[in-house]
Nanobody
Framework: QVQLVESGGGLVQPGGSLRLSCAAS????????MGWHRQAPGKQRELVAR???????VYADSVKGRFTVSRDNAKNTMYLQMNNLKPEDTAVYYC?????????????WGQGTQVTVSS
């Protein structure tokens, strides 16, 4: 059984920073790609950043230059460093993982972590 567990959310003032973590636990899988999505109240879930096993990254235009996604392959953990946070970054942030079990591929989601940017 594979699980993705996020941590690191919280309340921060505008201009502040937070670092989110997403750890994949379980066995018998290989991480193909992982990503962060977010969903604000009344809005659709959107991609924030994504990183492949080869290290290629993709960012939403709204976070380019402020957010950095990284991973630690040895720990099966992905990070999202969020700097210069804005009130519009307030949302529940979800970790997503595309994992391979042999030749089969599965999509996993974490439970989400709340990020609130407010003075």
């Amino acid at each position: 059984q594979v699980q993705l567990v996020e941590s690191g959310g919280g309340l921060v003032q505008p201009g502040g920073s937070l670092r989110l973590s997403c750890a994949a636990s379980g066995s018998g899988f290989r991480i193909v790609a992982m990503g962060w999505h977010r969903q604000a109240p009344g809005k659709q879930r959107e991609l924030v950043a994504r990183i492949t096993s080869g290290g290629s990254t993709v960012y939403a235009d709204s976070v380019k230059g402020r957010f950095t996604v990284s991973r630690d392959n040895a720990k099966n953990t992905m990070y999202l460093q969020m700097n210069n946070l804005k009130p519009e970054d307030t949302a529940v942030y979800y970790c997503n993982g595309a994992l391979a079990h042999g030749t089969l591929y599965y999509d996993y989601w974490g439970q989400g972590t709340q990020v609130t940017v407010s003075s």
